[in-house]
């Protein structure tokens, strides 16, 4: 008899261990925290008068994280032109020309080497494979054409930062320091790269 209640207990508590089934409703210390009202994007809702669920931007508000320089901020100069070069104050504010160049490297291999190729020649594993599809328009260009070599530091910036034909934007996804910390890395990588393009230019003039 001693045994069977032994084995009995073992059951119930065997039963009642976490993961058991069970219909009764699950215990929540603070409801309102376990099961909170959310909207999918673009979902309509009823407390906004114009029931949008995506709020635009409260007018005026300025973020903390906002560039106050406008010309940094687009890479255009106060004469309409484009910035020559990557603004001095920030690669300061970033810790120097090496460590910016070590950031532009780590940020250009996340979002630029897919498609541009970690040397910067166009051929990526994107490029590669719209090139074998026949789709020659999604290749993207190599950074060593004298085109890309002498366009301004706040072209390509601009261009990282709004997009260009089939290249998207990336104002969203990359800080602005982040955007120019690339440029300079670009131009790097342009430097190291130029004996290899000069002589692949003058083979294919022979």
């Known amino acids: 008899m001693r045994t069977l209640l032994i084995v009995l207990g073992l059951a119930t508590l065997a039963t009642a261990c976490v993961g058991g089934e069970s219909s009764e409703p699950p215990i929540v210390g603070i409801r309102n925290m376990y099961n909170q009202p959310r909207y999918d994007t673009q979902e309509r809702q009823p407390f906004f008068a114009d029931q949008r669920s995506m709020r635009p931007q409260v007018e005026g508000a300025v973020s903390r994280e906002m560039e106050r320089s406008l010309t940094t901020a687009t890479g255009l100069a ?3 032109g484009y910035l020559l070069e990557v603004p001095a104050t920030v690669i300061a504010r970033r810790g120097g020309s090496a460590a910016f160049l070590k950031r532009g490297k780590d940020r250009y291999e996340i979002f630029c080497a897919t498609c541009h190729s970690v040397s910067g020649d166009g051929k990526g594993m994107v490029s590669r494979r719209a090139a074998s599809l026949g789709a020659s328009g999604l290749v993207a260009p190599s950074f060593h054409d004298d085109r890309l070599r002498h ?12 997009g260009l034909r089939n290249m998207p934007a990336y104002a969203h996804n990359i800080p602005v320091d982040d955007r120019w910390a690339i440029v300079h890395y670009v131009r790097a990588l342009q430097l190291s790269q130029a004996p290899v393009a000069a002589l692949k230019n003058t083979e294919q003039s022979k």
Request: hydrophobic residues 40%; charged residues 20%; without cysteine.
């Open 78 to 80: 106060a004469d309409e």
């Open 151 to 162: 366009i301004p530091d706040g072209q390509l910036f601009a261009t990282i930062t709004n």
